[in-house]
Protein backbone atom coordinates (compact mmCIF):
# COMPACT_ATOMS: atom_id res chain seq x y z
CA UNK A 1 0.00 0.00 0.00
CA UNK A 2 1.23 3.72 -0.73
CA UNK A 3 0.75 6.38 1.68
CA UNK A 4 -0.70 9.35 -0.14
CA UNK A 5 1.22 11.82 0.25
CA UNK A 6 -0.60 15.55 1.84
CA UNK A 7 1.59 18.32 1.66
CA UNK A 8 4.83 18.30 -1.28
CA UNK A 9 6.26 21.66 0.14
CA UNK A 10 9.39 20.72 -2.53
CA UNK A 11 7.18 20.26 -5.32
CA UNK A 12 4.87 23.36 -4.37
CA UNK A 13 8.20 25.27 -4.15
CA UNK A 14 9.45 24.56 -7.69
CA UNK A 15 5.96 25.56 -8.99
CA UNK A 16 6.77 29.10 -7.97
CA UNK A 17 9.90 29.46 -7.41
CA UNK A 18 11.04 32.56 -9.55
CA UNK A 19 8.26 34.29 -7.58
CA UNK A 20 9.41 33.10 -4.66
CA UNK A 21 13.12 33.55 -4.82
CA UNK A 22 12.49 37.43 -5.53
CA UNK A 23 10.09 38.32 -3.10
CA UNK A 24 12.57 36.86 -0.14
CA UNK A 25 15.53 38.34 -1.86
CA UNK A 26 13.68 41.39 -2.25
CA UNK A 27 13.03 41.75 1.66
CA UNK A 28 15.99 40.54 2.28
CA UNK A 29 18.02 43.69 0.38
CA UNK A 30 15.79 46.16 1.82
CA UNK A 31 16.79 44.95 5.21
CA UNK A 32 13.29 45.32 6.84
CA UNK A 33 12.04 41.87 7.95
CA UNK A 34 9.14 43.11 10.47
CA UNK A 35 6.42 45.11 9.52
CA UNK A 36 7.73 46.79 5.98
CA UNK A 37 5.72 46.98 2.67
CA UNK A 38 5.71 43.50 1.96
CA UNK A 39 3.85 42.75 5.72
CA UNK A 40 1.10 45.28 5.25
CA UNK A 41 0.63 44.05 1.54
CA UNK A 42 -0.13 40.27 2.97
CA UNK A 43 -2.26 41.53 5.88
CA UNK A 44 -4.76 43.48 2.81
CA UNK A 45 -4.64 40.39 0.33
CA UNK A 46 -5.90 38.07 3.44
CA UNK A 47 -8.62 40.53 4.73
CA UNK A 48 -9.94 40.77 0.96
CA UNK A 49 -9.62 36.71 0.30
CA UNK A 50 -11.66 36.16 3.94
CA UNK A 51 -14.07 39.16 3.49
CA UNK A 52 -13.12 40.98 6.65
CA UNK A 53 -12.43 44.38 7.23
CA UNK A 54 -8.86 43.92 8.46
CA UNK A 55 -6.20 40.88 9.07
CA UNK A 56 -3.45 41.03 11.49
CA UNK A 57 -0.28 39.57 10.54
CA UNK A 58 1.34 37.56 14.30
CA UNK A 59 4.88 36.62 15.11
CA UNK A 60 3.70 33.41 16.89
CA UNK A 61 1.18 31.03 17.05
CA UNK A 62 0.82 32.41 20.98
CA UNK A 63 0.08 36.13 19.33
CA UNK A 64 -2.37 34.83 17.53
CA UNK A 65 -4.25 33.19 20.46
CA UNK A 66 -3.47 35.87 22.46
CA UNK A 67 -4.75 39.06 20.34
CA UNK A 68 -8.24 38.74 19.52
CA UNK A 69 -8.51 38.06 23.43
CA UNK A 70 -7.26 40.93 24.42
CA UNK A 71 -9.73 43.01 21.00
CA UNK A 72 -12.78 41.13 23.03
CA UNK A 73 -12.00 42.53 26.25
CA UNK A 74 -10.54 39.09 28.20
CA UNK A 75 -7.81 40.14 30.50
CA UNK A 76 -6.35 38.30 33.18
CA UNK A 77 -9.42 36.37 35.19
CA UNK A 78 -11.50 36.33 32.38
CA UNK A 79 -13.10 33.01 31.59
CA UNK A 80 -12.72 31.07 28.31
CA UNK A 81 -14.32 27.85 27.51
CA UNK A 82 -12.42 25.99 25.35
CA UNK A 83 -12.30 21.68 23.73
CA UNK A 84 -9.31 19.76 25.04
CA UNK A 85 -7.62 17.64 22.51
CA UNK A 86 -10.02 14.67 23.42
CA UNK A 87 -12.90 16.63 22.95
CA UNK A 88 -14.23 17.37 26.28
CA UNK A 89 -15.07 20.37 27.65
CA UNK A 90 -12.43 22.19 29.74
CA UNK A 91 -11.21 25.67 31.04
CA UNK A 92 -8.42 28.07 31.39
Not at 44 to 67: F, I, P, Q, R, W
Request: glycine fraction near 14%; charged fraction near 15%; include cysteine.
Amino acid sequence: MNPIQMVNPAAEYRLMQAELDAAVLAVLASGRYILGPEGDALEKELAAYLGAAHAVGCNSGTDALHLPLVAAGIGPGGDVVVVSSDGTRGGS
